[in-house]
């Protein structure tokens, strides 16, 4: 932390011991209104904060997503690129929405 630790309790309304508690992982905030000021006067997100805090449940971790199919990527690729015309958009949409349905009917056929 580049600022004092008496100086940055100062600043948050908290004594040096409490930030050096903090800091130390001995003591965590007794309010999110601690945390809040923290999160403001380190400029950390206060979302994140109060999860580390323990004040509000922290974001499950994503599972990993399996690759793309090559041309699948590539019809991704083209929705994203600004050279795409906004028929070629329409077009890949409606030809990713049918592919969609053609899955569930297969997947419902299998399943029944």
Do not use: C, N, Y
């Not at 209104?33 to 999160?39: G, L, Q, S, T």
């Not at 580390?52 to 990527?73: H, K, Q, T």
């Not at 929405?97 to 399943?111: C, E, P």
């Amino acid at each position: 932390m580049s600022l004092d630790k008496t100086a940055f309790g100062r600043r948050i309304g908290v004594d040096r011991g409490t930030v050096h508690r903090w800091e130390s992982g001995r003591f965590r905030p007794k309010s999110a209104d601690d945390v809040a000021r923290f999160a403001e006067g380190t400029g950390v997100d206060l979302h994140e904060a109060l999860a580390a805090a323990g004040f509000i449940p922290s974001a499950p971790e994503r599972p990993a997503r399996p690759p793309l199919d090559p041309d699948l990527a590539w019809l991704a690729a083209r929705l994203q690129d600004p050279t795409t015309s906004a028929t070629e958009r329409d077009l890949i949409r409606a030809t990713v929405r049918h592919l969609a349905r053609l899955a569930d009917a297969d997947d419902q056929r299998r399943a029944g």
